[in-house]
T-cell receptor, first 116, second 113 residues
Framework: DVKVTQSSRYLVKRTGEKVFLECVQD?????MFWYRQDPGLGLRLIYF???????EKGDIPEGYSVSREKKERFSLILESASTNQTSMYLC???????????????FGPGTRLTVL | AQSVTQPDIHITVSEGASLELRCNYS??????LFWYVQSPGQGLQLLLK??????LVQGIKGFEAEFKRSQSSFNLRKPSVHWSDAAEYFC???????????FGAGTILRVKS
């Protein structure tokens, strides 16, 4: 069974703290994604990575950075957390197979982050 | 740029009734279209996808969707809703051989007994 895991289901942090959200996939996928989910806005892409040490900005990268040192692990970093970063964060992964026209994204259960 | 509109934020249907969730997209080329479902406290699960060919696609859990190019729509349907279908549903559009998806805002489905 394919699996994407996220380090925490719920997290509470204080304004100004540095926050790490971890995501691990066991499917040997090349692509990994971080989304933010807010009511009425759907999922918005923060960053994605198509290979180890490679990253690309998504639609809302401001205030976030990412790290991908190993293929299976993709970290989202909030350098200085702010209250407007209170949200649900979803990680996803997908294979990169150019013989197929599309490769399904597999999602983790999400981390609900509250910044006080 | 790609975009997706789900006009209904909330929908309530009675158990056993039929369901249709609306999705309209904007994309310059042939779109790749998806419906995902998110049960409470869970990640997203793919229900079905459309790439090409037959415009009526079947998915898991008894769902189907119809691609209508002339209306730029990809509406999700189910003939008889079960209480376990209560969840949030997301429509998404992607590009061929692309890595990224653009999601709609989601529709929350409530099922009443």
């Amino acid at each position: 069974d394919v699996k994407v895991t996220q380090s925490s289901r719920y997290l509470v942090k204080r304004t100004g703290e540095k926050v790490f959200l971890e995501c691990v996939q066991d499917m040997d996928h090349e692509n990994m994604f971080w989304y933010r989910q807010d009511p009425g806005l759907g999922l918005r892409l923060i960053y994605f990575s198509y290979d180890v040490k490679m990253k690309e900005k998504g639609d809302i990268p401001e205030g976030y950075s990412v790290s991908r040192e190993k293929k299976e692990r993709f970290s989202l970093i909030l350098e200085s957390a702010s209250t407007n970063q209170t949200s649900m964060y979803l990680c996803a992964s997908s294979p990169r197979d150019y013989s197929q026209s599309y490769n399904e994204q597999f999602f983790g259960p999400g981390t609900r982050l509250t910044v006080l | 740029a790609q975009s997706v509109t789900q006009p209904d934020i909330h929908i309530t249907v009675s158990e056993g009734a039929s369901l249709e969730l609306r999705c309209n997209y904007s994309y310059g080329a042939t779109p790749y279209l998806f419906w995902y479902v998110q049960s409470p406290g869970q990640g997203l699960q793919l229900l079905l996808k459309y790439f090409s060919g037959d415009t009526l696609v079947q998915g898991i859990k008894g769902f189907e969707a119809e691609f209508k190019r002339s209306q730029s729509s990809f509406n999700l349907r189910k003939p008889s809703v079960h209480w376990s279908d209560a969840a949030e549903y997301f429509c998404a559009v992607g590009a061929r051989y692309g890595n990224k998806l653009v999601f709609g805002a989601g529709t929350i489905l409530r099922v009443k007994s």
